[in-house]
């Protein structure tokens, strides 16, 4: 049960509470909490539910996940209880993204929420990117002109649906259609969709019902792979192009003039 009391410690560190004061939400004395925290004894199961319910995350994820690396922005809001949704970080605590390379995009939509395939996914750092989690895809076609195919997009996970913004370029990931990268505009409330319409003139917009969209990310930057030659576009230079200067930081330059 060493995870457990970990995550214990952790989670309350993270909510900047006592053992005094967790042990008040909780009912039980300070003493077991402390117990508990160190390994001496293991939590009851009611404990755990009562737990689960106060920092509303699953008993499962409580019990299987090292939880120390997490933040409160690893957790994502679903219903009426947060799932771990790991914000990735390296040895000096910078948070890295994860790069769905062209390779391994086609089973994304099995993947997606599969732990396993997300952390067999090659990592980078990128300091410039502002708050959030983020993700590198790779963009097929050139329905999103100037983006033209084999372009990279970094873009911000979206929690809510809801927060989408008319105009702005997102890659959504739908049941049906697997990922694709469009503009789009909110249609929830009149007809319970979304309009996904390409820049590329020569291509027709569509709608997607919200039950259909399984996750949506906001364009942050990309990267323009087309003066590289076939054979230069292995996962490993596509990465050191992200570190370097071929990095076209359009929605971050207007944010940053914006604030």
Known sequence: MKIISKNIKHLRTLKKISQEGLAEELKVTRSRIGSYEESRSSPTLEFLLDLSDYFKIPVDILLRNDLTKTKDTSFIQIGEKRVLFPITVNEHNENLIEVVSAKVSAGYLLGYNDPEYIEQLEKIK??????GKHRA????????LPMKDDSYVVAEFVEDIVDVKNGTSYIIVTRNDGMTYKRVYNQIEEKGSLLLKPDNREYQSYEVPISEVL???????SINTQEYDEHELKLSSIIQMFNGLGIELKQLEKSLRAN
Do not use: A, H, R, V
């Open 137 to 144: 895809f790779p963009i097929k076609g050139d329905s999103m």
């Open 126 to 131: 990128l300091p410039f990117l502002p708050t």
């Open 215 to 221: 996750e949506l990310w906001k364009f942050t930057c």
